[in-house]
């Protein structure tokens, strides 16, 4: 494999140790800083989250026409940069608006995936785009598996352990990518800067005229929204449900990764060859469903691993959904692509953290009338069904 897409793919899969070395000590982090129950602790969790979402609504097309225009290199490696600087502010924060205040840098830092996967774009051939996006879910679903498992055990050190390990990691993946990685846009595919497409409505307005892309924004929008109940709750849903420890809630997140690395890259390629991407898309959906309605109700913690698996498998729907709006953009619109998808998952996860948080505290308050940790997933399973209808009656435009 050429050493400019294992670093994409370490980028991605950094990226992800990043977020799931954090996740684990999140509840008892913001606990330190502000007090409190844990309940009020998944509140300002849903705060960060949403701060952090609107950084990116805001920069992500900016950050997309930048790449399009001066390159994806000098994205990445900037974007890496002021990340590691990011963590260590988080790392030594002893207010509750010092952590939102990295949230807001994090939420500017993070075009690396976004980025990275315009890069992949930018090297691959139409027909194999969709497999190409399932090695980046692949990298993202190992660095799943790794950074919970470091978080939950540096947890043991306390609660501020793994923002170092991010930072650290981040900083050398910088310093791996100055090496190796060349620039992918060429004058061929080079886009001038324009604000009125680089600024979030200018460019969603843009991308959306394109055939078929608007609905196909909307399915990305209604699914990502459904799709943010993972990180918004699931260290206090494990709590609260189960009784689960950091340890146990980095465990499930690992086996988690395993899932989405397995499924995405091994088993997405031949999926579509045999279904297609629509049909890949309306299974992957239809999974998620599943998944959804079983942890609402789910008892037990070792029944929630044993349908990790089947949860990771509805992952299959995201790859073929890049790949068809993919190949509907031109060669020179695949950053701006990228920064819509940005924004619009932005938006998803500006909504989704505060509605999740709040659907958990309103179901574990000791108020509630039904005590129910999983009300979330099951909210989450009705916003997924609404994007299998608004998928499956539209049509697809021609090549």
């Given at each position: 494999m050429p050493l400019p897409v294992v670093f994409i793919l370490i980028t991605v899969m950094i990226d992800a140790m990043g977020i799931g070395?954090?996740?684990?000590?999140?509840?008892?982090?913001?606990?330190?800083?502000?007090?409190?129950?844990?309940?009020?602790?998944?509140?300002w969790g849903g705060v960060l989250a949403t701060v952090f979402a609107?950084?990116?609504?805001?920069?992500?097309?900016?950050?997309?026409?930048?790449?399009?225009?001066?390159?994806?290199?000098?994205?990445?490696?900037v974007a890496l940069t002021v990340m590691a600087l990011d963590y260590l502010m988080m790392a030594v924060a002893h207010t509750i608006w010092l952590l939102v205040l990295g949230r807001v840098i994090g939420g500017i830092t993070a075009a690396t995936q976004g980025t990275a996967t315009a890069y992949m774009a930018d090297i691959s051939k139409p027909e194999e785009k969709a497999a190409n996006f399932g090695l980046i879910g692949a990298a993202f679903g190992v660095g799943f598996v790794v950074g919970p498992l470091i978080g939950g055990a540096l947890?043991?050190?306390?609660?501020?352990?793994?923002?170092?390990?991010?930072?650290?990691?981040?900083?050398?993946?910088?310093?791996?990518?100055?090496?190796?990685?060349?620039?992918?846009?060429?004058?061929?595919?080079?886009r001038p800067f324009q604000w009125r497409r680089a600024n979030p409505l200018g460019a969603l307005r843009h991308i959306g005229a394109l055939p078929g892309l608007g609905r196909l924004l909307a399915v990305v929008f209604i699914y990502s929204i459904a799709f943010v109940?993972?990180?918004?709750?699931?260290?206090?849903?494990?709590?609260?449900?189960?009784?689960w420890g950091p340890g146990?809630?980095?465990?499930?997140?690992?086996?988690?990764?395993?899932?989405?690395?397995?499924?995405?890259?091994?088993?997405?390629?031949?999926?579509?060859?045999?279904?297609?991407?629509?049909?890949?898309?309306?299974?992957?959906?239809?999974?998620?469903?599943?998944?959804?309605?079983?942890?609402?109700?789910?008892?037990?913690?070792?029944?929630?691993?044993?349908?990790t698996p089947l949860t990771a498998l509805g992952s299959i729907a995201g790859p073929a959904l890049q790949g068809i709006m993919s190949r509907t953009a031109a060669d020179d619109q695949q950053g701006e692509l990228q920064g819509v998808l940005t924004s619009v998952n932005a938006v998803a996860t500006i909504i989704a953290p505060l509605l999740m948080t709040q659907t958990f505290w309103?179901?574990?308050?000791?108020?509630?009338?039904?005590?129910?940790?999983?009300?979330?997933?099951?909210?989450?399973?009705?916003?997924?069904?609404?994007?299998?209808v608004v998928f499956a009656t539209m049509r697809m435009a021609k090549r």
């Open positions: 070395l954090i996740l684990p000590v999140m509840p008892d982090l913001i606990q330190s800083v502000e007090g409190g129950t844990l309940a009020n602790a998944a509140v609107v950084m990116q609504f805001l920069c992500g097309p900016t950050v997309g026409a930048i790449s399009d225009r001066w390159g994806r290199r000098p994205v990445l490696l947890g043991v050190w306390g609660e501020r352990a793994p923002f170092y390990a991010a930072a650290a990691l981040a900083a050398l993946n910088v310093a791996f990518g100055y090496f190796v990685l060349p620039e992918t846009v060429t004058d061929r595919i080079r109940v993972y990180p918004s709750v699931w260290a206090f849903y494990g709590q609260a449900q189960f009784g146990t809630i980095g465990l499930s997140l690992a086996v988690f990764g395993i899932g989405i690395a397995v499924v995405q890259g091994l088993l997405i390629k031949p999926i579509i060859a045999r279904l297609g991407e629509r049909r890949t898309v309306i299974l992957g959906l239809s999974i998620d469903v599943a998944a959804f309605v079983m942890l609402a109700f789910v008892q037990q913690g070792w029944l929630a691993l044993v349908l309103l179901f574990t308050t000791d108020r509630a009338g039904i005590h129910l940790p999983g009300a979330p997933f099951l909210l989450a399973a009705m916003l997924v069904t609404g994007s299998i």
